[in-house]
């Protein structure tokens, strides 16, 4: 078909396409007088280089990108989760007006503090970072849990810990479980045994990668803790292994905001993760390892965040949730809430 056709096909003008045939993204054939002659294959190509404009991807990001689907679905993935992002700013400063308005009157001083609560959300949401490269550990993270540190070893009961998560979740065929942090997976899979289906959210494109592979039946989301892509009350649980002492404890807090968001009513959630039982026991333990001159661990406690449960239990239930923990070692704990 000529290019008339072909733009009135895809609602779009000859002249966008002829742009994207000098920029090469597209030879459609040549026919006689150099008309061009476009093909059900340069249409199907059209219409994702306009799907990839829309969602917006440069031009020359395109060219790259249309040479392999997996680098296609991992643009969308980023898309969305930036989308996502986008989306919840928004609803933030909405709820925020809403409030304002809610009010008989207010002061300057009313206004001020409500936009200066946002203002440190969107902050708090756009500084988080991987200070640890997960990226370049998912390759070889499954091997590295057998491996034992010298002195301190964070996986003792790895295995316990995640079936401590599943025992006390429950997961049942038909429900829909949230990953969060999934990494390869290992907790997920535990969920999906049980017959739950499973999407999985990372913030490491590599990690989501090794775990696709792994299980292709999970739906894997690029995003974070503090902007999950998902919306509101669309899980029945949500389970975290080893992965939320990567965010400071005034982080965690907007994580639980997050999950809370998420979940659907009398849905469940379980923590298990590497953390203290409170300022003191935290104390303890730190002295301990002082006196034992075990720098390993000092060393790996301070590298991350390792929380608090009873901040993480006392948000729970400030929130309305029912609340029971378990210990499994001096720094691992499994915190389980369910929204009543
Ligand atoms: C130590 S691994 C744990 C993986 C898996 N949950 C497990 O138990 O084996 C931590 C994972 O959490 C992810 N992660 C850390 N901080 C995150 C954040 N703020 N948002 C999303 N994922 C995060 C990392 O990318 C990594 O895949």
Not at 112 to 133: A, G, I, P, Y
Request: proline share 2%; charged share 30%.
């Amino acid at each position: 078909m000529k290019i008339k056709e072909a733009a009135s096909r895809l609602n779009t003008t000859p002249r966008t396409i002829r742009f994207y045939e000098e920029k090469g993204l597209i030879q459609p054939e040549k026919g006689e007088n150099d008309y061009r002659y476009y093909n059900e294959a340069d249409l199907w190509k059209l219409q994702t280089i306009l799907a990839l404009r829309e969602v917006g991807m440069s031009t020359s990001k395109i060219k790259t990108t249309l040479q392999d689907e997996n680098e296609v679905r991992k643009y969308l993935n980023m898309q969305r989760s930036a989308l996502y992002e986008e989306w919840l700013e928004i609803k933030d400063m909405i709820s925020t007006l809403d409030q304002m308005l809610e009010q008989p009157s207010f002061s300057q001083k009313d206004i001020f503090t409500l936009s200066n609560h946002l203002k440190d959300v969107k902050q708090k949401r756009k500084s988080w970072e991987d200070q640890w490269n997960f990226d370049s550990q998912a390759k070889d993270y499954d091997k590295s849990l057998k491996r034992s540190g010298f002195r301190f070893n964070v996986h003792e009961f790895y295995e316990e810990a995640l079936g401590s998560a599943v025992g006390f979740v429950k997961p049942v065929e038909g429900e829909t479980g949230l990953d969060i942090g999934i990494g390869t997976g290992n907790l997920a899979e535990k969920c999906f045994e049980s017959g739950a289906s499973m999407i999985g959210v990372d913030q490491s494109e590599e990690m989501l990668k090794v775990c696709g592979e792994k299980h292709p039946t999970i739906d894997t989301r690029h995003g974070h803790f503090l902007a999950l892509p998902l919306m509101d009350k669309q899980v029945d649980f949500i389970v975290s292994s080893y992965a939320l002492h990567h965010l400071t404890d005034e982080e965690k807090l907007l994580a639980l905001q997050e999950m809370d968001r998420v979940l659907n009513d009398n849905g469940r959630i379980a923590i298990a993760d590497l953390m203290f039982e409170d300022e003191e026991q935290k104390e303890a333990v730190m002295d301990q390892f002082e006196e034992e001159g075990n720098t390993e661990a000092i060393f790996a406690i301070r590298d991350e965040y390792y929380g608090l449960r009873s901040q993480l239990s006392g948000w729970f239930e400030q929130h309305g949730y029912r609340v029971e923990v378990k210990r499994l070692s001096d720094i691992l704990h499994v915190v389980y809430a369910v929204k009543v």
